[in-house]
């Protein structure tokens, strides 16, 4: 059985002189493929590199909410010179209403710019949304979408808002984070989305599961992506799949959004 992480950062700094031991775990337990995402303009050079030495790695290049204020004036030039120069996708991008809340016009102009570079190239884009699904869901209503689809990563929305997310193209991956305690509404609110929208993400080194859950512990609470095989085995459980179709699901619908590139 394949498995495929929709979303991680293997770039992440808590990764460095880790990757080589981190890629071959990840080859034993069959996770075939990972889209790795960029989230500012200093790591998208890391990003390209990794997917450059591991053909497993899908490179993903964006500008999360989180770092709009520390972009140059070449931001979205240089972007768009890397989306153009790499077989992969847009992300991490998004808006986010609990951290930045005071900044939304400037979260909205940053996060349409990037979302128009994966309309015209009709190549996946990874959305990240807190606190602002109103918001999200009335930009991509009002602009330009890849044919493909788009992924909300880690979704945590309201039950109500997937049908019509749905409608709008959206995938949906299931995060590790859902295993803890305090998150049974999101946990009941993916059993809710079409199975032909379901992804599975690590968000590695972010999002770690339970202890009780983790296969490959790493210092300091870092997330291996590895840990993905448990988030298939919890996330069957919770929408009530075999695992062992579960895999199935997952890996149709990663080549449906992402593309069977290099497989």
């Known amino acids: 059985m394949r498995l495929f992480d929709a979303h991680n950062h293997l770039q992440d700094i808590q990764f460095n002189k880790k990757v080589n031991k981190i890629m071959s775990d990840c080859n034993h337990i069959g996770l075939t493929r990972m889209v790795t995402n960029g989230t500012n303009e200093h790591d998208w050079k890391t990003v390209s590199a990794l997917s450059n030495c591991y053909p497993q790695i899908i490179p993903s290049f964006g500008l999360h909410p989180w770092f709009i204020n520390d972009r140059s004036s070449k931001w979205l030039k240089l972007l768009e010179q890397k989306i153009d120069n790499h077989d992969g996708a ?144 919890f996330a069957a459980e919770c929408i009530g799949k075999p695992y062992e179709e579960l895999t199935v699901i997952a890996e149709k619908n990663f080549l449906k959004l992402f593309g069977n590139q290099m497989l």
Not at 104 to 119: C, G, I, N, P, R
Not at 137 to 162: C, Q, T, V, W
Request: charged share 20%.
């Open 90 to 233: 847009v992300g991490e991008i998004g808006l986010d209403l609990l951290k930045k809340k005071n900044q939304y016009s400037e979260q909205k102009e940053v996060f349409l710019s990037q979302l128009q570079l994966s309309a015209d190239r009709n190549i996946p884009v990874s959305i990240h949304c807190i606190k602002g699904w109103n918001q999200i869901y009335n930009l991509l209503s009002d602009n330009p979408l890849p044919k493909r689809g788009f992924l909300l990563h880690g979704f945590a929305g309201p039950a109500e808002m997937i049908n019509p997310l749905t409608n709008l193209g959206a995938f949906f991956s299931f995060s590790g984070s859902f295993a803890h305690p305090n998150k049974s509404r999101q946990r009941n609110n993916f059993c809710k989305i079409p199975t032909d929208r379901i992804l599975i993400e690590s968000d590695a080194p972010f999002q770690l599961m339970p202890d009780n859950f983790i296969t490959h512990p790493l210092e300091q609470k870092i997330n291996h992506p590895a840990n993905i095989k448990s988030i298939y085995k």
